[in-house]
T-cell receptor
Framework: LAKTTQPISMDSYEGQEVNITCSHN???????ITWYQQFPSQGPRFIIQ???TKVTNEVASLFIPADRKSSTLSLPRVSLSDTAVYYC????????????FGKGTTLSVSS | GAVVSQHPSRVICKSGTSVKIECRSL??????MFWYRQFPKQSLMLMAT?????????EQGVEKDKFLINHASLTLSTLTVTSAHPEDSSFYIC???????????FGEGSRLTVL
């Protein structure tokens, strides 16, 4: 399974756009890139998933360059409630296949 | 709303006793579920893959006789921590894919404290 590398922590202020980049140099052809958010004492929550180019949903955008060796999660106009740990995971995304978690990025949003 | 539910959310037990944690898929069938463990300020660590109707597959270093997994139906997997010790105190989280691919849903987690 492809290993991921993310910044350990990031700080931001309310209303700013936050971009968290993840490196996955050994990503395989069948692998998808998935981002999860986790609050203390809660299970991870799905944010967004993509294979290539750009994916956008109601909460975030995911940018994936052509070589797919990295990806960037973009959170527009963060609020205090976005303070959490964000995990970038790479895997086939198929039923029966577990996802392996890296260390994640702790995002702290201040007012 | 939640699509994967765990029970109990918190449990405290005495050292040497056994504790069972349930994981249910609420509106879908899951032939495979995954159990993770998370220590404070650390990431989730995959413990085992629970397969309906067959034996679970354990990750290296996870004692199968200590962490008993039963996946007796398509909507329920249970994790039993046998002869619990304080070092087993952790946050246990289960997950399952809904449908054939894509999003992996996680339960709310179960906080185990062994005294």
């Amino acid at each position: 399974l492809a290993k991921t590398t993310q910044p350990i922590s990031m700080d931001s202020y309310e209303g700013q756009e936050v971009n968290i980049t993840c490196s996955h140099n050994n990503i395989a052809t069948n692998d998808y890139i998935t981002w999860y958010q986790q609050f203390p004492s809660q299970g991870p929550r799905f944010i967004i998933q993509g294979y290539k180019t750009k994916v956008t949903n109601e909460v975030a955008s995911l940018f994936i360059p052509a070589d797919r060796k990295s990806s960037t999660l973009s959170l527009p106009r963060v609020s205090l409630s976005d303070t959490a740990v964000y995990y970038c995971l790479v895997g086939e995304g198929q039923a029966g296949t577990a996802l392996i978690f890296g260390k994640g990025t702790t995002l702290s949003v201040s007012s | 709303g939640a699509v994967v539910s765990q029970h109990p959310s918190r449990v405290i037990c005495k050292s040497g006793t056994s504790v069972k944690i349930e994981c249910r898929s609420l509106d879908f069938q899951a032939t495979t579920m995954f159990w993770y463990r998370q220590f404070p300020k650390q990431s989730l660590m995959l413990m085992a893959t629970s397969n309906e109707g067959s034996k679970a597959t354990y990750e290296q270093g996870v004692e199968k006789d200590k962490f008993l997994i039963n996946h007796a139906s398509l909507t329920l997997s249970t994790l039993t921590v046998t002869s619990a010790h304080p070092e087993d105190s952790s946050f246990y989280i289960c997950s399952a894919h809904r449908g054939g691919s894509g999003e992996l849903f996680f339960g709310e987690g179960s906080r185990l404290t062994v005294l």
